[in-house]
């Protein structure tokens, strides 16, 4: 198959039809990352069970990339495009991504919130908010400027998580918005804005119930990939085409 931008690359395709590339570094842009790949990429080659969802005349293929199968492939993965978009802009110059964060909480209509002194990071994880044990809920991706701190849950293909928390009665915006609403103002006390931001393929991806008093925002993939500040623009809007495209 062809890439977003016209290239050549080796895929396989599931017994359930879901496209994936035989090495996971050829779904992701990663123009102006240098070195490459980048810490966090490494971090989320790990590998997986869903080799069995594939024909045996299709491992060889799944597992001619780096000798193994991992999520990354899979054309329905949600890292992939959170890298694409949030860790792309985590690597450009600070006034490129104050201009491009500028337009993003506009999109979010968050008008307090201020594009300056920012970081962009991705899949670290927080203390979890009922026990405060270590390895608690992962951040898809997270930033945090001069008054603000988003917490983003990033979804493609899959549901938001129910059955979370200590007493299994919570779901993953819930866990966020109550660990930003305890110890947020604490950690952060020159934040004026605190918000769990949830990303899917569609308006409804996400049911708002976080906090009282806490701010919730959703947006699609879409209209994310088409604001036009993003150094990389053009080829974010043909990454997120090609991936919808060819999304089963």
């Known amino acids: 198959m062809k890439d977003w931008n016209g290239k050549e690359i080796e895929s396989a395709k599931s017994k359930g039809g879901v496209i994936v590339v035989s090495h996971p570094l050829d779904g992701l842009i990663y123009t102006g990352c240098s070195p490459w790949p980048t810490p966090e990429i490494v971090q989320k080659l790990y590998k997986s069970n869903q080799l069995r969802s594939f024909s045996e005349d299709q491992h060889a293929i799944c597992t001619s ?24 802009m985590g690597r450009v110059k600070i006034t490129q991504r104050e201009e491009w964060l500028a337009d993003f909480f506009k999109l979010l209509d968050l008008p307090k919130a201020s594009p300056n002194q920012s970081e962009i990071f991705l899949w670290r994880r927080i203390p979890h908010p009922d026990t405060l044990v270590s390895g608690g809920p992962e951040i898809d991706f997270g930033i945090i400027t001069k008054n603000t701190v988003v917490f983003g849950e990033a979804k493609w293909k899959s549901q938001v998580k129910s059955s979370q928390g200590k007493r299994k009665n919570k779901d993953q915006i819930q866990l966020r918005g109550e660990w930003l609403i305890k110890y947020g103002t604490r950690l952060f006390p020159e934040s004026s804005v605190h918000a769990v931001v949830g990303i899917g393929r569609f308006q409804n991806s996400f049911i708002d119930i976080t906090p009282l008093g806490f701010l919730f925002r959703s947006v699609t993939w879409e209209d994310v990939c088409s604001i036009k500040s993003h150094p990389y623009a053009e080829e974010v809007q043909r990454y997120y085409k090609w991936k919808k495209e060819h999304t089963k």
């Open 65 to 88: 990339g780096i000798k193994y199968y991992c999520d990354l492939q899979s054309l329905h993965s949600e890292d992939a495009i959170t890298w694409s978009v949030f860790g792309t």
